[in-house]
């Protein structure tokens, strides 16, 4: 049960909030690099509740502030991104990438003070074909996390971001939920339907799994073990990573390279960033005769994104089409009459409302992952507002280079941690910065 308080500690994520003041220690994925361009157009940026702008200069530097000037508060997104900077084009001030400014032009010189004036800016970094925002204090600016999904050679890594419309908290649970795979996605999928050779048909055959739990310094680790060939248990790994990452399990451990941030972008607003291993993303799970499972697939229906803050990524089946629901597919081969793994989760956490009153809910012993999670960010996010250390993960980003999802067999003797620390130990392909550098 969540009372009130922690509900509110939970989901509010702007200046100033307990949560927020968390999510500010880590860096953010925010845009793809793509969206910008040299000497191009200002994008509006919404973050943790902040009305941004980003723009790449001249040079091919990345420059994320707030949106307001500082003399006057005009919108730099009006501004013109010219010669190594944007310029206000209220009254003509002009500053870089870190926020100086460059040119007070409305000023006569013998009273110019450009010197003692900053745009608020935030420092920003690229990977992975990602820009990432650090909002917290410059003054100690971790390193980006070791993920190993965002260390991958940029011409092996996919990233897609998709917006969804709701609080970024039910949209992460949605992904560490460990039974609803069975109903939501494969609720009408037959053990009998998916190849022998396909583990994923475990899913098909027990519908209402236990599953193991436990703590780790970067997050939470949990293993849902299924009953397979006789002697043998079959794992789904999925892990949540402080403050918003997912790690979960679409396919072998030893192929599966992924992750995936919830960035707030507001309350009612979250960014679904996925970084995957383009050459060994799973494909979706197949039937015996080939055929797709209905209802399975990929991301696809972006509409064009638009200037507004949140106009980025958005999909073209959305709550304002019931997500283009099927009834008569419902009723016969898909479960839930939409389209894509994602899509139909997109669904739900969105149906739950903005940001879900957690007053309503009546939790069973299977949301103990769901429990166990919010109590993790809590316990993080207070003792960070205690203390003020960093938090598990911003001070020492190697740590999330530990975690893979991912699934397997395992003897049904072995102990669960045993089998998951073998599994990772046999990897051959671990990604680190080390390796990359190395390549
Ligand atoms: S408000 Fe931007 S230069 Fe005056
Ligand atoms: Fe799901």
Not at 118 to 130: F, H, I, M, N, S
Not at 236 to 263: C, E, K, N, Q
Not at 346 to 357: H, L, R
Request: proline content about 6%; some cysteine.
């Amino acid at each position: 049960m969540t009372n009130p308080a922690e509900s509110k500690t939970l989901t509010e994520t702007g200046p100033g909030t307990t949560m927020g003041n968390l999510m500010r220690q880590y860096w953010l994925p925010a845009l793809k690099s793509s969206e910008l361009v040299a000497d191009g157009d200002p994008v509006r940026l919404m973050l943790l509740g902040e009305k941004l702008i980003a723009f790449r200069d001249s040079s091919g530097r990345v420059g994320v502030m707030d949106h307001r000037c500082p003399h006057r508060c005009a919108s730099l997104f009006f501004g013109r991104n010219e010669e190594d900077g944007i310029r206000c084009v209220y009254h003509g001030w002009k500053f870089d990438v870190e926020g100086n400014c460059l040119d007070m032009a409305n000023v006569p010189p013998h009273q110019d003070f450009k010197h003692k004036v900053k745009a608020k800016a935030y420092k920003a970094a690229e990977r992975g074909g990602v820009v990432w925002v650090y909002m917290g204090d410059t003054e100690s600016v971790p390193g980006l996390p070791d993920l190993e999904a965002i260390n991958l050679p940029e011409d092996e890594l996919e990233v897609t971001f998709v917006l969804r419309e709701c609080n970024y908290l039910q949209a992460l649970e949605g992904d560490i939920d460990p039974s609803h795979f069975s109903f939501l996605h494969f609720g009408l999928v037959q053990p009998d339907d998916i190849a022998e050779e396909v583990m994923a048909r475990h899913i098909t055959i027990d519908r209402a799994p236990k599953f193991e739990l436990t703590e780790t310094e970067w997050g939470l680790m949990v293993g849902t073990p299924r009953p397979a060939k006789p002697g043998f248990n079959y794992w789904r790994m999925t892990h949540f990573a402080l403050p918003f990452w997912t790690l979960t399990p679409h396919g072998a451990i030893g192929d599966h390279i992924w992750a995936r941030g919830w960035v707030p972008l507001d309350d009612t607003h979250t960014m679904h960033v996925e970084f995957s291993w383009a050459a060994r993303s799973p494909a979706v799970k197949g039937r015996k005769d080939g055929s797709k499972i209905p209802g399975a697939a990929g991301v696809s229906g972006h509409l064009a994104n638009t200037s507004d803050w949140l106009g980025r990524w958005r999909l073209a089946a959305n709550a304002s089409n019931d997500y283009q629901i099927d009834r008569a597919a419902q009723r016969s081969e898909s479960y839930s009459g939409m389209t894509g793994i994602l899509l139909q989760d997109q669904a739900i956490t969105e149906s739950m409302g903005a940001t879900t009153d957690h007053s309503f809910e009546r939790l069973a012993p299977s949301d103990q992952v769901i429990t166990r999670t919010r109590r993790r960010l809590l316990q993080t996010a207070e003792a960070f507002a205690a203390t003020g250390t960093p938090p598990p993960g911003a001070a020492n980003p190697e740590i999330y280079g530990i975690p893979r999802g991912g699934d397997y067999l395992a003897a049904a003797d072995t102990d669960w941690r045993e089998a998951y620390e073998k599994e990772i130990a046999r990897l051959d392909n671990r990604v680190s910065p080390a390796r990359q550098a190395a390549e």
